[in-house]
């Protein structure tokens, strides 16, 4: 019998390069593991339309979809270990059990992100995080009953989940360390505008100040700020960043990137790792430009880019040569954020309109555009992605 290609991590990125294995011809067994029960989901839902309980089911593909494309779906599975000579990853039930052996072929590691936690919120009733499904339902079941809820970080989750909780009555305060919302990202200028919006619609935003503190023994009740104040809680959502998944490669040989350029699992430019027949894409994926600069990119696009290019690089195809440019979105209140192209901290930033809540700006270096973000302005964002990959020289756009 063949060896499989076997994909780790049944998200995303695990289930389109499946996927995009059989729209491309291959025939021999594909195995993708899981280690939720759940099969494989998307995840940007969940602090929006999962939240707000608009939707529950969030499934990337039908059930019979792996049945009918031969994927051996293995859900409740923790992979533990990878052996590159021998070839094998080892894996064991997520719940208990024995473990095996499994060979490869090629093997594709898609085991996304953890969310980090504070030392002093673990074990506290009513402290969340978001990252799964069964978190989302969680935190929807527990916002039912609550009127109060602390957030805390102001990124893209953390606003995301924000909007979601004041759209459904809560009273809502976001705790950030920054000077604004979503700065890391999109830098302090544009994230103060976004900023705006949340306040507009009743969000107590603290920028400049840390949690230093869970009030309630077992339930919490409260939190702690670094400026000496006291909030009330009856939910708190940490959105304070996430670390890769790379525990199952320790002492594999495959080299893990500096956390400086973000950690994660190193790669070429095709999503080839430090040894020969491994990969990775997703947001776990460090990957080169073709500069051979390093970098990780936690966007829906940048996940299907990857597990296409992954896909033909297995498969020794040449993959889609259509420039590509960075996209990613973020829905809040009423509104969608867009953003395509690399904003950077250290960007000129030429604001080309602004309403309040709507509003598009432009980002430079060296007088070169680098990057549009717009707020409910989706056509005059979209317009602007031939500028985006030609780098259109600024003073001919303002």
């Given at each position: 019998?063949?060896?499989?290609?076997?994909?780790?991590?049944?998200?995303?990125?695990?289930?389109?390069?499946?996927?995009?294995?059989?729209?491309?011809?291959?025939?021999?067994?594909?195995?993708?593991?899981?280690?939720?029960?759940?099969?494989?989901?998307?995840?940007?839902?969940?602090?929006?339309?999962?939240?707000?309980?608009?939707?529950?089911?969030?499934?990337?593909?039908?059930?019979?979809?792996?049945?009918?494309?031969?994927?051996?779906?293995?859900?409740?599975?923790?992979?533990?270990?990878?052996?590159?000579?021998?070839?094998?990853?080892?894996?064991?039930?997520?719940?208990?059990?024995?473990?095996?052996?499994?060979?490869?072929?090629?093997?594709?590691?898609?085991?996304?992100?953890?969310?980090?936690?504070?030392?002093?919120?673990?074990?506290?009733?009513?402290?969340?995080?978001?990252?799964?499904?069964?978190?989302?339902?969680?935190?929807?079941?527990?916002?039912?009953?609550?009127?109060?809820?602390?957030?805390?970080?102001?990124?893209?989750?953390?606003?995301?989940?924000?909007?979601?909780?004041?759209?459904?009555?809560?009273?809502?305060?976001?705790?950030?360390?920054?000077?604004?919302?979503?700065?890391?990202?999109?830098?302090?200028?544009?994230?103060?505008?976004?900023?705006?919006?949340?306040?507009?619609?009743?969000?107590?935003?603290?920028?400049?100040?840390?949690?230093?503190?869970?009030?309630?023994?077992?339930?919490?009740?409260?939190?702690?700020?670094?400026?000496?104040?006291?909030?009330?809680?009856?939910?708190?959502?940490?959105?304070?960043?996430?670390?890769?998944?790379?525990?199952?490669?320790?002492?594999?040989?495959?080299?893990?990137?500096?956390?400086?350029?973000?950690?994660?699992?190193?790669?070429?430019?095709?999503?080839?790792?430090?040894?020969?027949?491994?990969?990775?894409?997703?947001?776990?994926?460090?990957?080169?430009?073709?500069?051979?600069?390093?970098?990780?990119?936690?966007?829906?696009?940048?996940?299907?880019?990857?597990?296409?290019?992954?896909?033909?690089?297995?498969?020794?195809?040449?993959?889609?040569?259509?420039?590509?440019?960075?996209?990613?979105?973020?829905?809040?209140?009423?509104?969608?954020?867009?953003?395509?192209?690399?904003?950077?901290?250290?960007?000129?930033?030429?604001?080309?309109?602004?309403?309040?809540g709507k509003f598009v700006v432009l980002y430079s270096r060296e007088g070169k555009l680098t990057a549009v973000v717009g707020v409910g302005?989706?056509?005059?964002?979209?317009?602007?992605?031939?500028?985006?990959?030609?780098?259109?020289?600024?003073?001919?756009?303002?």
């Amino acid at each position: 019998m063949q060896t499989p290609i076997v994909i780790v991590g049944a998200g995303l990125g695990g289930s389109r390069v499946a996927s995009e294995l059989r729209d491309n011809g291959f025939e021999g067994p594909i195995v993708l593991i899981g280690e939720e029960t759940h099969a494989p989901y998307d995840r940007p839902p969940l602090s929006k339309a999962l939240l707000l309980g608009t939707v529950d089911q969030v499934d990337l593909n039908p059930t019979e979809f792996y049945e009918q494309n031969r994927i051996e779906l293995r859900t409740g599975t923790r992979v533990t270990a990878v052996d590159p000579v021998a070839k094998t990853v080892t894996v064991e039930p997520a719940y208990g059990g024995s473990s095996e052996a499994v060979a490869y072929s090629s093997l594709v590691l898609a085991t996304g992100l953890k969310p980090r936690m504070l030392p002093f919120a673990l074990d506290r009733v009513g402290v969340h995080v978001l990252r799964t499904i069964d978190d989302a339902r969680s935190l929807r079941a527990a916002s039912k009953s609550a009127t109060h809820a602390v957030i805390v970080g102001a990124g893209f989750i953390g606003c995301e989940v924000a909007a979601s909780l004041r759209t459904r009555g809560l009273s809502v305060t976001v705790v950030e360390a920054s000077r604004a919302p979503l700065s890391a990202a999109l830098g302090i200028q544009v994230g103060t505008m976004v900023g705006r919006l949340h306040a507009a619609e009743g969000v107590d935003l603290r920028t400049g100040v840390g949690i230093t503190g869970i009030i309630g023994e077992q339930r919490v009740t409260g939190v702690t700020l670094s400026d000496g104040d006291e909030i009330r809680a009856d939910i708190v959502v940490l959105g304070i960043g996430s670390t890769p998944v790379v525990d199952l490669v320790a002492g594999s040989g495959i080299e893990i990137a500096d956390s400086a350029v973000g950690g994660g699992i190193s790669c070429d430019a095709n999503g080839h790792a430090s040894v020969p027949d491994v990969y990775a894409v997703g947001d776990v994926a460090n990957w080169r430009d073709n500069a051979g600069s390093p970098a990780r990119v936690e966007h829906w696009n940048n996940v299907v880019a990857q597990a296409t290019t992954v896909a033909a690089t297995i498969l020794d195809i040449a993959p889609d040569d259509r420039p590509a440019v960075s996209y990613f979105w973020s829905d809040q209140f009423d509104l969608k954020l867009q953003a395509l192209g690399h904003p950077g901290v250290g960007d000129d930033v030429h604001v080309v309109s602004d309403e309040g809540g709507k509003f598009v700006v432009l980002y430079s270096r060296e007088g070169k555009l680098t990057a549009v973000v717009g707020v409910g302005k989706p056509a005059a964002v979209m317009k602007m992605r031939s500028h985006v990959i030609a780098r259109t020289p600024i003073h001919d756009l303002v």
